[in-house]
């Protein structure tokens, strides 16, 4: 049970924001949300982390409603190379359970 | 740093053979996993180590057995493979830090069993 929801599959233009949502109503007070992605033929990588406030690094951003419930990583500028699979993962403190997440395609 | 290898890389099997896939990571984390994933699936957990010396079973245990030989290495064996087992396996790492920690990937190795 991932315990997250989110859009099977997504489509993105080169060079265009995407947003990417996920719904986790049932999250504890202590668990983070966590994303990850995972390229063709590749391993899981991490992308990004928060708890309550939005946070940012250098391959995007994660919006945290403000009850939790749901979350929004955004990818600025969408390049082929972000084509893949990502994981929207509550984590507590027991190993991180992955659902079947959202497959991203970016059209050139 | 190589972050977390994987040995084989690809393996094929006949029905009832035996093999142990390694992991090692050179990062110092505690805690350790081995998943497993599906063509069209999401991985799902076999086991896990927390910590040096302990192994706890994940979703998916039933045809496996796990070493954590020290802190770097975690190695997972099929005593007696079975064409269910055909999957891609994935070794991770993860930071200690509770809720908040990173988990570290390996490449993966590509098992088949005829």
């Known amino acids: 049970d991932a315990k997250t929801t989110q859009p099977n599959s997504m489509e993105s233009n080169e060079e265009e924001p995407v947003h990417l949502p996920c719904n986790h109503s049932?999250?504890?007070?202590?668990?983070?949300i966590h994303w990850y992605r995972q390229l063709p033929s590749q391993g899981p990588e991490y992308v990004i982390h928060?708890?309550?406030s939005n946070v940012n690094n250098r391959m995007a951003s994660l919006a945290i409603a403000e009850d939790r419930k749901s979350s929004t990583l955004i990818l600025h500028r969408a390049t082929l190379r972000d084509a893949a699979v990502y994981y929207c993962i509550r984590g507590g403190n027991t190993p991180l359970v992955f659902g079947k997440g959202t497959r991203l395609s970016v059209i050139a | 740093n190589a972050g977390v290898t994987q040995t084989p890389k690809f393996q094929v099997l006949k029905t009832g053979q035996s093999m142990t896939l390694q992991c090692a990571q050179d990062m110092n984390h505690n805690s350790m996993y081995w998943y497993r994933q599906d063509p069209g699936m999401g991985l799902r957990l076999i086991y896990y180590s927390a910590s040096e010396g302990t192994t706890d079973k994940g979703e998916v245990p039933n045809g496996y057995n796990v070493s954590r030989l020290n802190k770097r290495e975690f190695s997972l064996r099929l005593e007696s493979a079975a064409p269910s087992q055909t999957s891609v396996y994935f070794c991770?790492?993860?930071?200690?830090?509770?809720?908040?920690?990173?988990?570290?990937f390996g490449p993966g190795t590509r098992l088949t069993v005829l």
């Open positions: 991770a790492s993860r930071t200690s830090g509770g809720a908040y920690g990173t988990q570290y």
């Open positions: 049932t999250i504890s007070g202590t668990d983070y």
């Open positions: 928060g708890l309550t």
